[in-house]
């Protein structure tokens, strides 16, 4: 069985420039999750889908972070304008919609932001 | 609001030992507790999920237990190598949804 996907890998900006990235989830997992984990920290929610719908989004910077998954399948994460303080580790996460909810991540994308 | 704190921040010991790593979390009121393992620059792999009816749960030379009343899980790792190396992650679900709630994690160096 894949793996979730996530590209590009890494990617480097500079400050107010835009960035995406995209996130393919394991096959038949409704529900998928975008992390964003600093240098030292445990991931942070962004947000949460199931299917195509939101189900959490509290935690978005929603003035510059935007996400959508089309068709509930593939999903895409966009900042614009990014900030010295968004360079982490953007972790895609999927996961069924079962009683266990245990999710499954993806390599991540590191961003660094100059 | 849940907290989850991972002690010790970082551990070293010879190759063979047997070690423990501790996660607690406040609100006791949980639908499971994940360990995971970050590899340096890699993303997340899950080890164990323990469900909130389950005491522990065992894969090959780990052992996860859980505790809901006292908050706490521990993650036992039998005859350490260098392989083990890396970042031993606890995380909880906020709610039924299932977003994580993440310590900041175990930094883990097994030496040879």
């Known amino acids: 069985e894949a793996g979730v996907a996530q590209s590009p890998r890494y990617k480097i900006i500079e400050k107010r420039q835009s960035v995406a990235f995209w996130c393919n989830p394991i096959s038949g997992h409704a529900t998928l999750y975008w992390y964003q984990q600093i240098l030292g920290q445990g991931p942070k929610l962004l947000i949460q889908f199931q299917n195509n719908g939101v189900v959490d989004d509290s935690q978005l910077p929603k003035d510059r972070f935007s996400a959508e998954r089309l068709k509930g399948v593939d999903s895409t994460l966009k900042i614009q304008p990014a900030k010295l303080e968004d360079s982490a580790v953007y972790l895609c996460?999927?996961?069924?919609?079962?009683?266990?909810?245990?999710?499954?991540f993806g390599p991540g994308t590191r961003l660094t932001v100059t | 609001k849940q907290e989850v704190t991972q002690i010790p921040a970082a551990l070293s010991v010879p190759e063979g030992e047997n070690l423990v790593l501790n996660c607690s979390f406040t609100d006791s009121a949980i639908y499971n507790l994940q360990w995971f393992r970050q590899d340096p620059g890699k993303g997340l792999t899950s080890l164990l999920l323990i469900q909130s009816s389950q005491r522990e749960q065992t894969s090959g030379r780990l052992n996860a237990s859980l505790d809901k009343s006292s908050g706490r899980s521990t993650l036992y790792i039998a005859a350490s190598q260098p392989g083990d190396s890396a970042t031993y992650l606890c995380?909880?679900?906020?709610?039924?949804?299932?977003?994580?709630?993440f310590g900041k994690g175990t930094k883990l160096s097994v030496k040879p």
């Open positions: 996460a999927s996961s069924l919609t079962d009683i266990t909810y245990e999710q499954y």
């Open positions: 995380a909880v679900p906020l709610g039924s949804q299932g977003n994580l709630i």
